[in-house]
């Protein structure tokens, strides 16, 4: 839930045609979730991409590393609902979308909606949730709705989540299968801070709680105008092209046993039109799209046996699928 008792910061109206003012804006959310999230400005600004082009994202990263802090932090700055799930073997479809109960003085049926009616929803170690649960988030998160008991009920906008995993613990988890990955837009890893934020980190986190501190800087409303302002941003037919001619390039690759589809060209070109209006641009360039290639590509495809046996990373993969793939000019 949002924190109402913390002092908003100054807000302009937010005019949608003015592409600087929706850049300043966008902005203005980076910074104030780098306030808190330090020394990480890729991942925050990949974080505020995916929620302006209304896509989700995968944290895969260490415990203790800030991942929590990283989605309460934008659902702050952001002044919307927050939910976090912790996904375990026993966890229920209806625990992440909701239940009916029986009212007894009213005599009929109640609907409690779950975690997953917020605005920011935080699917922590997701990869521990059996199968079933897993695909429950499945609807939610493409057609931003959720079935109980035969009856749809769509989820308010803004929408995201953002999931978790451990890449080194995987006892007692299910994989994500490839379905589910492909609904994720990006793939992101925090890291380990650096020594000097590592000691301004120790300093901050036991004299206080930083998110106490924290002000809003967008509403809701201005985050839906930013949104619509994202899908307006232009792309000339040569940059569509060379999405095509990437995702075409993956297919290709010998040490992939499966390519981008068509799906993830989607998602890779939301994503630039939203980093275009992040660097106050109304229209996308190559470059947008040669920054993305890898968070958004590296998870949707597939290394072969061959690639394996080569000490190959679907990240090292799509970045050389980047290098080699001509880039439209003029």
Request: proline share 6%.
């Amino acid at each position: 839930m949002p924190n109402d008792s913390i002092e908003s910061a100054p807000t302009l109206d937010l005019h949608e045609t003015d592409i600087d003012e929706v850049g300043r804006f966008a902005r203005a959310v980076v910074t104030n979730v780098g306030t808190v999230i330090r020394d990480k400005q890729e991942v925050v600004e990949s974080c505020v991409v995916g929620l302006l082009a209304g896509g989700h994202i995968m944290l895969e990263d260490f415990p203790g590393v800030g991942k929590t802090m990283l989605a309460k932090t934008l659902a702050l700055s952001i002044h919307c609902r927050f939910a976090r799930v912790q996904f375990t073997p026993d966890l229920l479809p209806s625990d992440v979308t909701g239940v009916n109960i029986f009212n007894q003085k009213t005599s009929e049926f109640e609907f409690r909606p779950g975690p997953i009616f917020a605005n920011v929803v935080l699917a922590d170690e997701i990869n521990r949730a059996s199968p079933k649960t897993q695909s429950s988030l499945l609807e939610c998160m493409q057609e931003r709705q959720a079935t109980v008991d035969a009856v749809t009920r769509l989820i308010d906008p803004p929408f995201m989540v953002i999931a978790t995993q451990n890449p080194i613990e995987y006892e007692g988890t299910f994989p994500l299968p490839e379905a589910q990955l492909d609904r994720f837009m990006m793939k992101l890893s925090l890291g380990y801070p650096s020594p000097d934020e590592e000691a301004s980190l120790l300093a901050d986190q036991t004299s206080g709680d930083p998110l106490e501190r924290l002000r809003f800087v967008v509403s809701a409303e201005q985050v839906l105008a930013m949104v619509n302002a994202a899908t307006r941003v232009k792309t000339a037919p040569a940059v569509r092209r060379y999405v095509v001619d990437l995702l075409t390039a993956t297919r290709a690759e010998t040490h992939l046993y499966l390519g981008a589809s068509p799906r993830a060209g989607i998602s890779l070109l939301r994503a630039a039109k939203a980093l275009a209006l992040l660097r106050a641009r109304d229209f996308v360039v190559p470059q947008d799209l040669k920054d993305l290639a890898v968070r958004v590509l590296s998870h949707r495809v597939i290394l072969s046996p061959d690639g394996r046996l080569h000490g190959q990373t679907a990240e090292s993969v799509i970045q050389r699928v980047v290098d080699t793939v001509t880039v439209p000019t003029g």
